[in-house]
């Protein structure tokens, strides 16, 4: 065989495994970065705290959000969808993890191992399941970031969400008003995972 060939051959070679190489850069690329809203990344079972709303019986609400510990402190972050556009709504942590009633009436009321009042989540004494309202863009859906503080996830303490279920109220909370801030009928309800 001529040496030109094999410096075919070997050229072939190096351009084929290169091109591997190049797949296997994109695949992790890929892997590793945000999708819209709803798509690849959204959370899966087995893949971290997380909860998934439904909407209440006569509403159209809904959403997956993820959860984190941090220090005192759960972020839950994503995306509800189905709400009243330009709106904001009530958002809390409820004491039960049960939302099999149609209402989600079965999820209980705020979650609160501490017996504090209602209250505004930025301020000092409020319950544990507390946390500012969702807002709507005007397509109906909202970012959700909220934090609920003097919480922890998992473990089986008395602060511990894992299990209770996540609320949307139809009205804005107005952390004022005792037991639930006003904040109107469940429009969706999830429990954690």
């Known amino acids: ?10 050229a072939a070679s190096a351009l084929l495994a290169g091109c591997g190489q190049r797949d296997k850069q994109t695949e992790t690329a890929d892997a590793g970065a945000p999708s819209a809203p709803g798509t690849a990344n959204a959370p899966s079972p087995g893949s971290g705290p997380s909860v998934q709303l439904t909407p209440t019986q006569g509403h159209n609400a809904s959403g997956t959000l993820t959860l984190a510990a941090e220090g005192d402190s759960v972020r839950l972050t994503g995306t509800l969808q189905g709400l009243t556009p330009n709106g904001e709504f009530g958002f809390h942590i409820h004491e039960k993890g049960d939302c099999s009633a149609a209402d989600a009436s079965s999820a209980g009321g705020h979650f609160n191992p501490a017996n504090a009042v209602h209250g505004d989540p930025q301020g ?20 959700v970031d909220a934090v609920a503080s ?6 089986g303490q008395p602060n511990d969400v894992r299990g209770k ?15 639930s801030g006003d904040s109107g009928a469940r429009i969706a309800c999830g429990v954690i995972n």
């Open 150 to 155: 003097g919480v922890s996830l998992g473990g």
């Open 1 to 10: 065989m001529s040496v030109k060939y094999w410096l075919s051959l070997c």
């Open 165 to 179: 279920a996540v609320v949307l109220h139809e009205k804005a909370d107005d952390y004022a008003t005792q037991p």
């Open 124 to 143: 000092i004494i409020h319950h544990a399941g507390d946390m500012l309202n969702a807002k709507s863009d005007p397509q109906g859906a909202a970012v």
